[in-house]
């Protein structure tokens, strides 16, 4: 099963968002690593799926 693009594409914002979130509204240390995992985990899939676009444009440019 695929999710529509529009979700897919904005999940790893909405990790961010989050996490952001509970780092900043709750007073346990516990939220707040929660919530820096969650946007660390986040920003490295907006990282990964860059760079696998990067290299995949320039992969088909060279065929």
């Known amino acids: ?4 693009n529009f ?4 999940y790893p914002v909405i990790y961010v968002i989050g996490g952001i ?3 900043s509204t709750v007073e346990s240390y516990l939220s707040f690593l929660s919530g820096l995992l969650l946007a ?3 920003i490295s899939i907006l990282f ?4 696998y676009r990067m290299i995949k444009d320039q992969l088909a440019h060279l065929t």
């Open 1 to 4: 099963m695929r999710l529509p």
């Open 7 to 10: 979700l897919y594409e904005s």
């Open 21 to 23: 979130i509970a780092m």
């Open 40 to 42: 660390m985990g986040g």
């Open 48 to 51: 990964m799926r860059r760079n």
